[in-house]
């Protein structure tokens, strides 16, 4: 089973790729800023998907939609209405095309 270091999934690479002020600023239309998202997360869902990352890719998972809720709520500012935050979910970011790293590890075949 191959197992990569904590220390390789939390690199200042890592951190750069979801700096979500670089990618997409408060002007950035969310479904642009999920476009340029997926690419990184796929990606990392390719690298780190065939060992023991299945509470890492959970805590990816949360992090992003906790950030493009965010970024929602900052672009709304004034304007937010009561409970309109609340229907912006993991589903509603999935249904824009968000890309879910949960649930896409790949297990060894046994030899």
Request: with cysteine; net charge positive.
């Amino acid at each position: 089973m191959v197992r990569r270091d904590e220390s390789e999934q939390e690199s200042p690479q890592g951190r750069r790729a979801l700096d979500f002020r670089r990618r997409c600023s408060s002007g950035c239309k969310t479904r642009l800023g999920i476009a340029s998202l997926n690419p990184v997360l796929r990606g990392w869902g390719n690298y780190f998907g065939t060992g023991n990352a299945a509470l890492k890719f959970g805590q990816v998972d949360e992090y992003v939609v906790d950030r493009l809720r965010t970024l929602r709520v900052k672009r709304k500012g004034r304007n937010l209405g009561p409970g309109e935050a609340r229907k912006w979910t993991r589903g509603y970011f999935e249904a824009l095309g968000l890309v879910r790293l949960r649930g896409t590890i790949r297990y060894p075949e046994a030899a």
